[in-house]
Each structure stands twice: as structure tokens, then as C-alpha cells.
Nanobody, 126 residues
């Protein structure tokens, strides 16, 4: 059974940084991509970034390119999202996801993602 547990959310001022982590268990990570989605109140869910566990290739939505970095630690079965230069519009609940297909723009569409974590709140405020 796939389990995804997020941690690392919190409050930060604009320009600050946070690091989210996702601990994955219950499946063989090598055959999966892990991704991050977010949803702000009153807004649609948005795919943020994903990574292929097998080769480390990544994909980012345009709004976070150059600011966010996704990485994997295969030994610890953990995927992290380093978020720098945070903006108020980054405020949302962030969800870790897993799916047995390649990370790509399609992955960040979210339509076929079967496994979701419980979410962690990120709030960027002045």
C-alpha cells in the first residue's frame, strides 16, 4: 500500500525559503515518479514539480522555475522540494504524489495520479 507523508510546511515571509519532504513507503520507488501539487483556497489544484526516481529527471511548472528544486534520496525513500524566493502566491496546501509513469507535463496535469499524501500547509505572508 502506497503511503506518502509530507513534512516541512510552515510560515515564512516573502523571499524566504522552506524545504518540504515526502517520505514514501509501500512500493518500489524505482518504477515511479514523485511529484508535488498545491491548492490554494478558491483555486484549482496546480502541479508544481515532479521527478523520476530511476534517473532523477525533473519537470517544473513555469511559475516555480528557478525558485524551486526537487530532489530525491533513494536510500531514504524521500523526495524533497526546496522552495526559495517564496512569494505570497505560493501560499497553498502542498501535496506529495506518486504514480507509476514518467514525470512530465502530463504528470503535472494530475489526471492519472492515484496516490496522494495528506498535505502540508505553506503560508507566505508579509
Amino acid at each position: 500500500q502506497v503511503q506518502l507523508v509530507e513534512s516541512g510546511g510552515g510560515l515564512v515571509q516573502p523571499g524566504g525559503s522552506l524545504r518540504l519532504s515526502c517520505a514514501a513507503s509501500g512500493f518500489t520507488l524505482d518504477y515511479y515518479a514523485i511529484g508535488w501539487f498545491r491548492q490554494a483556497p478558491g483555486k484549482e489544484r496546480e502541479g508544481v514539480s515532479c521527478i523520476n526516481i530511476s534517473d532523477g529527471t525533473t519537470y517544473y511548472t513555469d511559475s516555480v522555475k528557478g525558485r524551486f528544486t526537487i530532489s530525491r534520496d533513494n536510500a531514504k525513500s524521500t523526495v524533497s522540494l526546496q522552495m526559495n524566493s517564496l512569494k505570497p502566491e505560493d501560499t497553498a496546501v502542498y501535496y506529495c504524489t506518486a504514480a507509476p509513469f514518467r514525470c512530465s507535463s502530463w504528470y503535472l496535469n494530475g489526471a492519472d495520479i492515484g496516490s496522494w499524501g495528506q498535505g502540508t500547509q505553506v503560508t507566505v505572508f508579509s
